[in-house]
């Protein structure tokens, strides 16, 4: 699924996305389980995307129709994330995503001037973590950057996922780390 405003879908809501809206996701299961009578439904998504699906999942414990969860390089812990691609070594992945980040929100100003300000009054952003802080956080009321990354993290909720979940993740992925922490059920199984 596309999330809000990617995929040229701007005009059809004044919001902008984030990393942690599993409820969008929900919404899209209830749709297609509504529609076409589905009583098992599993979810695949990767990195923002399996951050998304497995946070719904972790919300959702087993209510039908989730059946099912498989997700490659999550983006469970969004923190290390955003703060590896600041190392030199991403700086240039991280341009190419802050560069593109911030094309859609100027889009999403000229679209809801009432509602964005310009990128002039944002100022400089110069990092995702700045992103996460100057953007995100004003407008979708979280306290700044690090209070974002808390909410919206699946690391959250992962221990109350109740369906089968496959999860593939590098072990060289900022992600990671929090596989390295004691787990409240199970421990990943390295292969």
Known sequence: MNMRTCG???TLTPTLYHSG???DVGVVVRHYAEQFGLEQMALVGYSMGGNLVLKLAGEWGNRPPLSAVAVVCPAID???GADA???PLNRGY???FLL???ARYERKAKLFPSIYATRKSIGPVRSIREFDNK?????WGFRDADDYYHQAASARVVDRIAVPTLM???QDDPSFACFRRPAPSSRPTRM
């Open 85 to 87: 691609l600041h190392e």
């Open 168 to 170: 593939l993740h590098a």
């Open 135 to 139: 953007i995100v956080a004003r407008y």
């Open 8 to 10: 040229g879908t701007e």
């Open 78 to 80: 969004l923190a290390p």
């Open 100 to 102: 593109g980040l911030m």
């Open 21 to 23: 809206l599993s409820g």
């Open 94 to 96: 991280e341009w190419r």
